[in-house]
């Protein structure tokens, strides 16, 4: 495509399912990953003057449900989305409300409440429809309504370089945006790019040696070797952006 975005042919091509199995393949239940996702997105919504305690925030693909638990204490409201029911239900269990998790293809038409904050925190790629997702989104976005969109960069240095070796090309990843193409569907939506930013995260050893075996194919046995691997954490970011979205004001529109 002209704007950079592509189809991962290669990942596109094989069958995948988002079934129960996703969240132990992926260590969704490990506590170390849940706080390093906690302590990215603290380091995030700072610079970026992001405010949970003002907010009802929604998070789609919440995984674990850490961050979610997080902003249950943070902010005004807090809800979330899965397609995966196992972590629905697991973030129940730390104590988000049942009446605010939803399951993607059971989702009502409308929340209970606008959503000042959305967040996409390695989600949006997952979008089979996003463009579809979006137009959901819309009716349940409050007036002033932003989008917190983390995420791998179909026009970075590091595909580039990396090709198919580059780590975000998966199964479950079959369609890569550049930033160019993601304004261009946002603003389509209704929604202005207001910053973008260089999303630095703090990942586990543990994943990052999981995804070098994912793309070598040497087919460790994970269940015994990961409790083997130190638990420490890299500041990693191999082409991702990350982009603050906010909704048109009727001025912006006219």
């Known amino acids: 495509m002209t704007c950079g975005s592509f189809i991962d042919l290669s990942s596109s091509s094989i069958k995948f ?17 849940g706080k390093l996702k906690v302590k990215t997105l603290r ?9 949970p305690a003002d907010s009802h925030v929604c998070e789609v693909g919440f995984g674990s449900g850490s961050t979610l638990k997080y902003l249950i204490h943070t902010a005004r409201r807090v809800y979330g989305i899965e397609a995966i029911d196992k972590n629905v239900e697991r973030a129940a ?9 939803f399951h993607f293809s059971r989702r009502p ?6 959503i000042d904050l959305w967040l996409f925190l390695d989600s949006f790629e997952h979008l089979e429809d996003p463009g579809a997702f ?28 990396l090709g198919r070796f580059w780590p975000h090309r998966r199964p479950d990843h079959t369609f890569h945006w550049s930033k160019k193409g993601l304004v ?5 939506k209704g929604f202005l790019l207001e910053k973008s930013f260089f999303p630095l995260k703090f990942v586990p050893l543990r994943t990052v040696l999981f995804y070098i075996d994912h793309y070598v194919h040497t087919r460790l046995n994970h269940s015994r070797l990961y409790p083997l691997v130190p638990n420490m954490a890299l500041p990693f970011n191999i082409g991702e952006m990350g982009l603050l979205f906010i909704r048109k004001r009727a001025s912006d529109a006219a």
């Open 93 to 101: 269990q730390m104590g988000v409300s049942k009446d605010n998790l």
């Open 134 to 161: 979006l137009e959901w989104m819309v009716p349940n976005s409050s007036v002033s309504s932003r989008i917190l969109i983390v995420c791998p960069r179909a026009d970075s240095w590091s595909q580039k370089l």
């Open 17 to 33: 399912t988002y079934d129960e199995s996703y969240p132990d393949q992926r260590h969704h239940d490990d506590p170390s990953v």
């Open 109 to 114: 038409d409308l929340l209970p409440e606008k």
């Open 43 to 51: 380091a995030w919504l700072g610079p970026l003057d992001l405010v």
């Open 184 to 188: 261009e569907l946002m603003e389509k």
